[in-house]
């Protein structure tokens, strides 16, 4: 105890440096901390149930002429089906999306806002969330019944069972709450599900009811749980057996197609996506040398003192001490700092919890404070380890005699070979920074195929054709107004998209698929820019319209499979998921990019997309600008929301939106940012650290020299020589790594940037210049003072 009320009066000691260790220290431990806080939850998804390694989701996949499908959608009847056949299958259940940011009007006239899912009445089977008020099974069974989670019970207030709900979208129709379930958590797939609605609802709320098909409607998410003891390879024959029973499968040879299901562990579909594992280990690279580094500097700067401690400890020897006392002193200094160490990075990670957390997938005191804590209680354990026993060895290795004889002239290898690593490091993480910068720069000013500038996107929650188009007409009106249209589907990741498969009538033999923009007004293609390069715009400009516009890509295929010769416009295509499916193509548009650039996924986004007519005011209205400015986006919200005040209204920027696709590499880039300023910091500590006790070791040596003529250009020469030859490849060394990392992390976007020499040489240039500018303002003082000063006890 004595030690440790020693370390503390310590603390303030000239020339052990005691603030700038724990200061680095604790800026290493609050980046590191939250980075590995952060993987950790990323690769536990959705493992907060019971049973999470049984339970599988189910996929479709197939080829079609070749072309391999993969979709996390099912048809209506594939979970009971795969219960039905397989007996190893312990339970089932399908999920079908409702309504996002549902705004549901109670009987009070109280609004509440709430994500809506649709399930069957086994979805608490698979899903054992705790059921607080009701009986699940049973209300999950009935028409408009639902459950609601306990937070938003806790809005509501008072007893929520048997109270009404409408929503405008669904006029005359009338929604009733039974029961409560506990919120399902940060790191569940359902997280963020507020109300959980009775499947059975389905013919109450949509006109066509897909519940008990087998092949198409491919709309619900199925999930299964199997028995302890078997595996999902063990389904195949039981699968095969069902789709006998059940799929066209002649029909579907004939036409090219071939239909089967995956089963994926529900967990593996989060952790084992290519580009969440590729973030993963890269982020747990940076954790790893942040972490490094700050420790690295912690020992930098205690070989810094052993010149002066080193005399320190031989006293201590000499009056008694032994060896054990030497690490009871050293390790309860390392205590003390990094117990002071980890107050402090706890202070700055809750102090800027705000600002985190917009680089996070959930709070930070979810990520800290879970199953995943014994990682962080591990490293500070190991970082006191490092810190405590390696300095009391070096300690006890230095014989009395030498330290009094002068341990100052020995080598410096220890303090170079520390400082290099550092170099090593800040090469990486700014090298790394700059690519992913510039990636995310490209990726922004990549052209989509069409005009988005100045151009906000309008929404009215449960609106009809006719109030659109009322509001379009206002909207027109006003000033800084320059165009209008509409649309169904905006081409951008998290709007609303469908597919569908296009042939030719009396060729059932040959499809290919397509994505849909299910209506577009007169303005679409004139406001955005999207030239008809063939053919003309849609001439049956109404309700009825059976024509189409298709892209460069879907004429390319169309030509190509059934091999006219004379071009696509005027031909007829058929397209499934519509009730009078033959339509004629009237022209032929510019390909236009849908989504992010990134590659991956579903693979929908490379699909043609066919254009559809709407005579009416479709959902999305885009309102063109002169210049848009926020101002610009208030006022216009505010003349949507005064027109229907009991609608929720959301205007938002078009370029802003199409940023957020890029959402989580800004906020990548961003954390390598705070991660290189970090280290640079730390880098900077140290060398100016080493720097210091260069210049006190061989100020004898600078004075002498300048006696012999040496001006101040060529003592700082010198110390900058000394330097630049660890800093210089060190930094290459880290350019190398940066280069090997950014080359996978790259592979995960169609569009790239170049990695060139040049770039590496430019942060390798700025790199040195900092650390020769550092050395400078430390060494001039020496470099530039009297030499009769460090001459006069000679």
């Not at 951008?492 to 042939?503: C, E, K, Q, T």
């Not at 006219?564 to 031909?571: L, M, S, T």
């Not at 926020?630 to 929720?648: G, T």
């Not at 078009?654 to 970090?678: D, K, M, W």
Request: a positive charge.
């Amino acid at each position: 105890m004595n030690h440790i009320i020693n370390a503390f009066k310590n603390l303030p000691r000239r020339g052990q440096h005691n603030f700038v260790k724990i200061l680095c220290l604790a800026l290493g431990l609050a980046i590191s901390s939250v980075i590995i806080a952060e993987i950790y939850f990323e690769q536990t998804y959705d493992t907060y149930f019971p049973g999470w390694e049984r339970t599988y989701l189910i996929s479709e996949v197939g080829t079609n002429h070749g072309e391999t499908m993969e979709f996390t959608n099912t048809s209506g009847a594939t979970a009971q089906g795969v219960k039905q056949y397989a007996p190893m299958v312990e339970a089932a259940t399908s999920t079908h999306y409702f309504y996002d940011g549902a705004q549901c009007k109670m009987e009070d006239q109280n609004i509440v806002s709430a994500n809506i899912r649709m399930a069957d009445s086994c979805f608490f089977d698979v899903f054992p969330q705790k059921i607080l008020i009701g009986k699940a099974k049973q209300i999950l069974s009935q028409p408009l019944s639902c459950l609601i989670d306990s937070e938003t019970a806790a809005k509501i207030g008072g007893n929520v069972v048997g109270k009404h709900f409408t929503l405008s979208k669904y006029p005359g129709t009338t929604f009733t709450i039974y029961g409560v379930f506990e919120a399902f958590p940060w790191g569940s797939s359902f997280h963020g599900t507020q109300m959980i609605l009775s499947r059975c609802s389905v013919p109450y709320v949509y006109s066509y009811d897909g519940r008990g098909q087998w092949v198409g409607n491919d709309s619900y998410r199925s999930y299964i749980r199997l028995a302890k003891g078997h595996e999902a390879k063990e389904l195949k024959p039981y699968v095969n057996k069902m789709r006998e029973d059940h799929f066209p499968l002649k029909e579907m040879k004939n036409m090219g197609i071939e239909l089967n299901y995956d089963f994926t562990v529900l967990s593996d579909v989060y952790t084992q996506d290519p580009y969440v594992k590729k973030m993963g280990w890269i982020m747990g690279i940076i954790a790893f040398v942040l972490l490094f580094t700050s420790v690295m500097n912690y020992l930098l700067i205690i070989v810094g003192n052993l010149v002066g401690r080193s005399r320190e400890m031989a006293v201590r020897k000499c009056y008694g001490a032994e060896s054990k006392n030497i690490h009871a002193i050293i390790f309860s200094e390392a205590l003390v700092h990094v117990g002071l160490s980890v107050v402090l990075a706890a202070g700055l990670v809750f102090l800027c919890k705000g600002t985190i957390e917009n680089f996070l997938s959930a709070p930070v005191s979810t990520l800290v404070l879970n199953r995943g804590s014994w990682i962080l209680v591990a490293i500070c354990i190991l970082v006191l380890l490092v810190g405590g026993l390696l300095p009391g060895w070096l300690y006890n290795r230095i014989p009395v005699a030498i330290a009094f004889r002068g341990y100052n002239e020995n080598r410096n290898r220890w303090k170079l070979g520390l400082l290099g690593i550092q170099f090593v490091i800040s090469g990486l993480l700014f090298s790394l920074l700059y690519i992913v910068n510039g990636q995310y720069q490209l990726m922004l000013g990549l052209n989509p195929g069409y005009d988005y500038d100045h151009v906000a996107i309008v929404s009215i929650d449960a609106s009809n054709r006719d109030q659109r188009n009322q509001c379009l007409v206002e909207i027109r009106r006003m000033p800084n107004v320059k165009d209008c249209s509409s649309t169904f589907n905006v081409p951008l990741d998290g709007y609303d998209r469908s597919g569908n498969m296009v042939g030719v009538p009396g060729d059932e033999k040959n499809t290919f698929n397509i994505m849909e923009m299910s209506g577009v007004d007169d303005n679409f293609f004139k406001m955005l820019n999207i030239p008809i390069v063939q053919g003309s715009f849609f001439t049956e400009r109404n309700d009825s319209c059976r024509q189409v516009i298709i892209d460069e890509r879907g004429a390319e295929k169309l030509i190509k499979t059934w091999h006219w010769k004379d071009g696509v416009v005027g031909k007829q295509i058929t397209c499934t998921g519509h009730d009078n499916n033959i339509f004629t193509i009237c022209g032929v548009c510019r390909n236009i990019r849908w989504g992010a650039v990134e590659t991956g996924g579903d693979g929908m986004n490379e699909f043609p997309d066919l254009y559809f007519y709407s005579a009416k005011t479709a959902y999305y209205m885009l309102v063109k600008f002169n210049k848009l400015r926020d101002e610009s986006l208030s006022e216009l919200q505010s003349k949507v929301q005064a027109m229907y005040p009991n609608n929720k209204v959301i205007v938002k920027s078009y370029a802003s939106e199409l940023a957020n696709q890029y959402a989580s590499q800004l906020n990548f880039r961003n954390g390598i940012l705070v991660a290189g300023i970090v280290t640079m910091i730390i880098a900077l500590f140290g060398l100016v650290g080493y720097t210091s006790d260069e210049v006190n070791r061989r100020r004898k040596e600078i004075a002498i020299r300048k006696v012999n003529g040496a001006k101040v250009k060529d003592i700082l020469r010198i110390f900058l020589k000394d330097i630049m030859k660890i800093a210089l490849p060190c930094i290459i060394v880290g350019d190398l790594g940066a280069w090997l990392i950014a080359r996978q992390w790259l592979m995960s976007f169609s569009e790239k940037i170049t990695m060139t020499p040049l770039l590496f040489i430019g942060v390798t240039i700025i790199l040195l210049v900092i650390i020769g500018l550092s050395v400078v303002i430390n060494c001039y003082k020496v470099a530039n003072s009297n030499p009769v000063k460090y001459l006069k006890d000679e």
